[in-house]
Nanobody
C-alpha cells in the first residue's frame, strides 16, 4: 500500500525558496507518476507539477521557470524545488501517486496529507 509523506513546507518571504519532499517506503514508488497539487482557501485544488516514471515532467504555466520537480528513485522521493516564491503560491501542497502521467486529479488513487506553504509579501 502506497503511503505518501510530504515534508518541507513552511513560511517564507516573497522571492524566497522552499523544497518540498514526497516520500514512500514501497519499492513500487519508482513505477508511479508523482504529482503535486495545491489548494488555497476558497479555491479548488489545482495541478502544479508532475514527474513520470521515466522522468518526463509537466508544469502549470504559473510556476514554469520557478519550480522544478525531480525524483530520486533510490530514495523513493520526489522533490519540488520552489524558487522566486510569490504570495499567490500560498497553499496546502499535496503529492499524489498514480499509474498514469496526467494532470487529472481523480486519476490519482494515493495522496499525502498535505504540507502548508505560506509566502508573505
Amino acid at each position: 500500500q502506497v503511503q505518501l509523506v510530504e515534508s518541507g513546507g513552511g513560511s517564507v518571504q516573497a522571492v524566497g525558496s522552499l523544497r518540498l519532499s514526497c516520500s514512500d517506503s514501497e519499492r513500487t514508488f519508482s513505477s508511479y507518476s508523482i504529482t503535486w497539487f495545491r489548494q488555497s482557501p476558497g479555491r479548488e485544488r489545482e495541478f502544479v507539477a508532475a514527474v513520470g516514471w521515466s522522468g518526463i515532467t509537466s508544469y502549470v504555466a504559473s510556476v514554469k521557470g520557478r519550480f522544478t520537480i525531480s525524483r530520486d528513485n533510490a530514495k523513493n522521493t520526489v522533490y519540488l524545488q520552489m524558487n522566486s516564491l510569490k504570495p499567490e503560491d500560498t497553499a496546502v501542497y499535496y503529492c499524489a501517486a498514480g499509474a498514469v502521467f496526467t494532470r487529472i486529479e481523480r486519476l490519482y488513487p494515493y495522496w499525502g496529507q498535505g504540507t502548508q506553504v505560506t509566502v508573505s509579501s
